[in-house]
């Protein structure tokens, strides 16, 4: 009998999550049935969606269940193979969530072709995130040479993809960040043309003085603030690829305040603006592509990328929890 | 020297218009000069859009201003011409506003096909309204058969068109509309399959009944209560062609209460919904192929219209007035 470690939802959470909505448990891993496959985690990607599931409510998928492992992608290595599909030492990419090893049946694993980089990269630049910004751009966006696109998030793994393939493809690139260092990193490592800092008061202002042209493309990311600061900087016929809205996914009920809907919509109507959710599971026939695209120009040197990795699957909550924070920098990683 | 009346902005109101906000001019006209001509009014057409241009902030177009003619599309009779393209008596459309009588160069006039029906569908049926439903299926809702469509404002000219072209496409299609016989009307004469009457406190149960396979489409006509009911109905990749928010056009600043944005970006995130806003001018391009089929269901008898017909220049502030409080039944025209 095999023991491995899992981290399962222990309690729903009430806006942001406590060490209390988890807990650590030992578990043992049953022997890999005909057309399963053992595998040992490396990696498990933390990921702001994650949040959206803790909740008992609709979001993308069903909720995580109340002692249920805690839902995430990993990278791991084969143990043992009883599906003739893959051979130990093979690196996979599955949906498997925070444990420390599983038994999964083969149709649940990709293999991960080690010759595009590393295998961390499978979960971030060559991952999903990766995916769902380059997505983003040639499914929804659409991006021409000369226009102005804005990144909410830019230091995290979506948005410095996205705001590199946007430079790379002639853009004006703005990003928004927290904090003085991630905004140098952001301009100075991923060349955005300009980054702003959040928690800045003037952060609206100095993004209309950031975008003369206005804003052709906005990366919703974030939700919030910045979506209130870029709403009026649209021009006519922008568009909005609604990626994330991470700072919403804390919220129940509805805000109290001012409603905010009718001058967005209004915003949609008189500029023409094109507003579309998407999800990387929707948009999976572009990983081809992507994964050319992105692992030469990674080759090359034209696009970087920044790992945050945490140590040990004890220390994922606690990792998960900065993440809705923001205290992390770069793409969130617990290696097992 | 040629007379002639016209209705101009007096001032700017808050809120519903009264008719203060409109002062009736008589004015002479000037001679045609080379390159232009003169055309009298027959009928003019009176839309909500015009409410937004009313006050002095940017909406799709510039405000009028303060002693400007009313903006508006019209269809007219050619009475001089001094340009060699028209000959007295053609029949023009114009964005030449609310005015018995005008000169205009002529490449601001269309000459309207009196094949394709009466003179005053130029306007409806055939005309702004009828292309702006015919696009907004086209090229944003893209309906596929067997879809369910939810049609605010079901008994005015954008969405009665809007839903008998659904219809014909195989959709289930459900109205709604302001009062007992306009719900009788998108039934009986447009062949909804269902309309609810908006002024029923369980409008939004109501409209959960009528859609038992969720909400595919939804024809952003009104805003308001309307778009909070249909919201939560939305199915994976619904689509929203956003043309207007009547219920919102007299609004000034922000609703207080509770803010409905966050609830509406996780509805197009979770739902990976597609919004987008629309106006007809940027789709000339569909007209011919919108006239081609409007025209021909019409004489089939596979498409019917009604008219609102008001008589008198004098008359079309308070008409205008009626129409932002859903008192039309039909194409709003004012004869001239």
């Known amino acids: 009998m095999l023991h491995a470690d899992r981290i399962v939802l222990a309690e729903r959470p ?3 999550p406590t060490p209390a909505a988890f807990r650590l448990e030992e578990f043992e891993l049953p022997e890999p049935a005909a057309g399963e496959v053992l595998v040992r985690t490396l990696y498990l990607s933390l990921d702001p969606y994650m949040r959206t599931r803790m909740n008992d409510a609709p979001s993308y998928a069903a ?3 109340l002692g249920e492992v805690m839902t995430g992608e990993t990278v791991g290595v084969v143990e043992r193979d009883r599906s003739g599909r893959f051979k130990p030492g093979d690196i996979v990419r599955c949906y498997s969530g925070w444990q420390s090893a599983f038994v999964a049946a083969a149709a649940q694993l990709s293999l991960v072709d080690q010759a595009l980089g590393p295998v961390s990269t499978a979960l971030g630049v060559l991952g999903m995130p990766g995916l769902t910004a380059y997505a983003a751009l040639e499914a929804i966006a659409k991006p021409q040479a000369g226009e102005t696109i804005v990144i909410g998030a830019a230091a995290g793994p979506v948005g410095a993809l996205a705001g590199q393939l946007a430079r ?5 690139t703005v990003g928004i960040a927290g904090g003085a260092d991630k905004c140098r990193y952001v301009t100075s ?12 008061d003037d952060m609206a202002s100095q993004l209309g003085e950031a975008c003369p042209n206005g804003v ?3 990366m919703e990311l974030t ?3 910045v979506l209130e600061a870029v709403l009026p900087l649209m021009n006519l016929h922008g568009r909005i690829p609604v990626i994330g809205i991470i700072a919403w996914y804390n919220a129940s009920g509805r805000p109290e305040g001012a409603d905010q809907l009718p001058d967005f919509m209004r915003q949609v109507l008189y500029k023409r603006l094109h507003v579309e959710g998407m999800i990387v599971s929707d948009l999976a026939e572009l990983r081809p592509a992507f994964e050319r695209e992105v692992s030469a120009r990674l080759k090359a040197g034209e696009i970087v990328y920044k790992e945050d990795i945490v140590e040990g699957l004890a220390n994922a909550p606690d990792a998960f929890i900065g993440l809705l924070e923001g205290r992390n920098f770069g ?3 617990v290696k097992i």
């Not at 043309?193 to 800045?200: A, I, K, M, S, Y």
């Open 14 to 16: 009430k806006g942001q």
């Open 63 to 65: 909720p995580v269940a």
């Open 216 to 218: 052709d493309i906005y």
């Open 223 to 225: 939700g919030g603030q």
């Open 331 to 333: 793409k969130l990683l």
């Open 168 to 172: 790379l493809r002639g853009l004006h």
């Open 189 to 200: 490592e991923l060349g955005f043309n300009v980054c702003l800092d959040r928690r800045q």
